[in-house]
């Protein structure tokens, strides 16, 4: 008896009459035959068992697959990898190589243009009479107090009629010089002069002495007489040495400054404390005339014993210069000293005019009040560094395009006073790339330069 087909006979049925996949054309009703061929039925089932499997099997590994995608695994693909491309880098900047050559440049300062040496400006125990000033040679004014104008300067005038001398007649150190002649009308007038009160030295009629002699009489003793006897000898005449006298202290710029006689006895002759201190270096570079203001005790002929007026001498480094006074002129000192600082020597010039005081006391009141200023002047003195040896003075780049740094050899240091003020300055002429070989370094009285090297 036939048996029945069950629902999977019919699916199978159905997939072994068409394909997958395409729909099947509705067919005529046809009368169903008897299956006569079971090997084959078999057969077809087992193979759309096996369609089926496979369907399922990828619908399950299609589902893992994207549940693990999800879950950020990535699934590697079976084929050959391929190289991926390297990131780009970006690479930076170069910076110049410090041996790459810059554009050659014009030689600059690598210090500041202007110094002002540190501290407070020193403060001198300045006279309460008349007017004063004080410089250190080579350095500076330190400073000065009272009245500018011209006044009278008693004996102070014999430093012009020395210097004036020995211009015309030089005389080296140890050297007498010619011979002077005293005339009758000049050893005449000695007893005359001597009892006014002038300050004098013997002298007598047709006697000779040389020329240094009479220069010690003049300066050591101060005598009057000798500046006449002098200035005679020199010009034939007073007036006419003292016209040279004038144009001697025009040609040091003493503007305000007049002469009126050779001895100063006269308040004709009149000068400042500031056009001294332009006569006094002048003055002590003649060897002699240093060496004689410097001398507090010697003898010339007729006079064995002569003693200078100046008892500053000495004491704080005095050397001289001269004292005046009158009682026009009051108490007057033209001083000069030497004072050492850190193994330096400096030279202190001051003047002092009309300092007031009774007769017997002008004297001294100058002394002390030139004293005060000596002391008070070399204690101010200090050593000042400008530049030290090391310290980049100068930069440029060269020709070659190599930046250069110059420095000093060796510590550039001046005996100052605090509040000083120094200038630098490189050549205005040096060309682009080429380096300076001298600093040039402005202090307020000169100017000098320094050797550059490079560091």
């Not at 170069?94 to 202007?114: C, G, M, V, Y």
Request: with cysteine.
């Amino acid at each position: 008896m036939p048996k029945e087909p069950g629902p999977l006979d019919a699916l199978l049925d159905s997939h072994s009459s068409r394909p997958a996949g395409r729909p099947t054309a509705p067919q005529r009703p046809t009368s169903r035959r008897p299956t006569s061929n079971r090997p084959a039925d078999r057969r077809g089932r087992a193979w759309i068992l096996a369609v089926v499997s496979f369907l399922v099997i990828a619908a399950l590994s299609a589902v893992v697959a994207l549940t693990q995608f999800d879950r950020g695994v990535r699934v590697t693909p079976t084929a050959a990898p391929t190289a991926s491309p390297t990131p780009a880098v970006v690479a930076p900047t170069p910076s110049p190589s410090p041996t790459e050559p810059q554009k050659p440049s014009k030689a600059k300062l690598a210090i500041n243009k202007r110094l002002t040496a540190a501290g407070p400006k020193p403060s001198l125990p300045w006279p309460t009479s008349g007017q004063a000033k004080v410089e250190i040679a080579g350095v500076g004014v330190i400073g000065h107090s009272g009245s500018t104008r011209s006044v009278p300067i008693a004996s102070i005038t014999k430093v012009m009629t020395a210097y004036t001398i020995l211009r015309d007649h030089p005389l080296s150190s140890g050297q007498s010089g010619p011979k002077i002649t005293v005339t009758a009308a000049e050893a005449a007038a000695y007893p005359d002069q001597k009892a006014n009160g002038e300050s004098v030295v013997v002298v007598a009629a047709g006697e000779k002495i040389t020329e240094r002699q009479a220069l010690t009489g003049l300066l050591v003793a101060s005598g009057g007489n000798m500046a006449n006897i002098l200035a005679r000898w020199d010009a034939g005449s007073v007036p006419a040495f003292v016209a040279k006298m004038n144009r001697n202290a025009r040609r040091l710029g003493m503007t305000s400054t007049h002469y009126a006689d050779a001895s100063g006895l006269s308040s004709g002759s009149v000068s400042t404390a500031a056009d001294l201190l332009k006569l006094a270096p002048a003055a002590m570079a003649k060897p002699t005339l240093a060496e004689l203001v410097g001398t507090q005790s010697t003898a010339i002929p007729l006079n064995p014993v002569i003693n200078n007026p100046n008892t500053l001498l000495g004491v704080h480094g005095v050397i001289g210069i001269k004292t005046g006074t009158t009682t026009t002129a009051g108490g007057c000192l033209l001083f000069a000293a030497r004072r050492e600082v850190d193994g330096h020597t400096s030279t202190i010039y001051g003047a002092v005019l009309g300092i007031s005081g009774d007769r017997s006391a002008i004297h001294s009141n100058a002394r002390d009040a030139g004293d005060a200023l000596v002391v008070g002047a070399g204690d101010s003195l200090h050593r000042i560094a400008l530049l030290r040896a090391g310290q980049t003075v100068a930069t440029l780049v060269d020709q070659k395009g190599v930046p250069v740094k110059l420095t000093v050899a060796k510590t550039v240091s001046v005996t100052g006073w605090s509040g000083q003020k120094f200038r630098f300055s490189l050549p205005t002429s040096l060309r682009t790339g080429r380096a300076p070989t001298k600093l040039t370094v402005h202090t307020p009285t000169r100017t000098f330069t320094v050797k550059l090297v490079k560091q």
